[in-house]
């Protein structure tokens, strides 16, 4: 998909969630993927090219999302509602069989990832939207952060980087409120949805990843084990 196509399926989809919100809950965990009990409610798909296949299947004696794509870009998400400042944390389990060969996070032509996970802004209108995505990576090292390819509207966070832990299920907490205000200087709105994709429709390869829960929690919230 060139550059218009995908940041016009990227505006649409923001502004799905500026239209139709979730709720929001007063607890100190939201649950958002509720993977480890079978469970897709409220999760959706949203197409930028090709399907990547999303279900749920039972890895380790234990439930998960496994995502795989073959030349396909498709993602996954969830609408909420949720006051970053009152919900700053984001956790998560991922695993992944491998970075996307020919992944380029700083081009068009190399923009696939084996494994993303997103925080979703949006914007009364679509230009004011803001995402931050966080990535299993192959071409950037961890921690490092720079705009997408497509739109300086997305930061991209390598939060893993190369093949040496492939196959391993690694754990994953963010203050997606600190990391929001460092990478776009701003306060952030409304979280309006949280959304996962695994892509590799512009190197036209494929990607297999699997995520774990994925939570929205307080600060000094405990962690909820699966």
Not at 32 to 51: D, H, I, M, N, P
Not at 76 to 85: A, F, G, L, T
Request: some cysteine; hydrophobic content about 40%; charged content about 25%.
């Amino acid at each position: 998909m060139n550059a218009a196509g995908r940041t016009a399926c990227l505006a649409g989809l923001l502004f799905l969630l500026l239209v139709r919100g979730g709720g929001e809950a007063g607890t100190d965990i939201l649950e958002v993927g509720r993977f480890s009990a079978g469970s897709l409610e409220g999760w959706e798909s949203k197409g930028f090219k090709g399907v990547t296949e999303y279900r749920i299947v039972t890895d380790g004696g234990r439930r998960v999302l496994q995502a795989e794509s073959r030349g396909s870009a498709s993602g996954y998400y969830h609408r909420v509602k949720v006051n970053p400042r009152e919900y700053p944390l984001l956790r998560w389990s991922w695993k992944v069989a491998g970075t996307v060969r020919g992944e380029n996070a700083r081009s068009k032509e190399g923009d696939d990832f084996a494994a993303r996970v997103y925080v979703v802004f949006p914007g009364f209108f679509f230009w004011q939207s803001r995402s931050i995505v966080y990535v299993w990576s192959g071409s950037l090292g961890k921690g490092e952060s720079l705009p997408s390819a497509y739109t300086g509207r997305v930061m991209v966070v390598a939060v893993e980087s190369g093949d040496a832990g492939s196959g391993v299920w690694v754990n994953e907490e963010r203050n997606y409120l600190a990391d929001y205000r460092r990478l776009f200087g701003e306060e952030p709105g409304t979280l309006g949805a949280v959304a996962v994709m695994t892509d590799s429709d512009n190197t036209g390869g494929r990607a297999t990843a699997w995520y774990g829960d994925i939570v929205l929690a307080r600060e000094g919230a405990g962690q909820v084990r699966r």
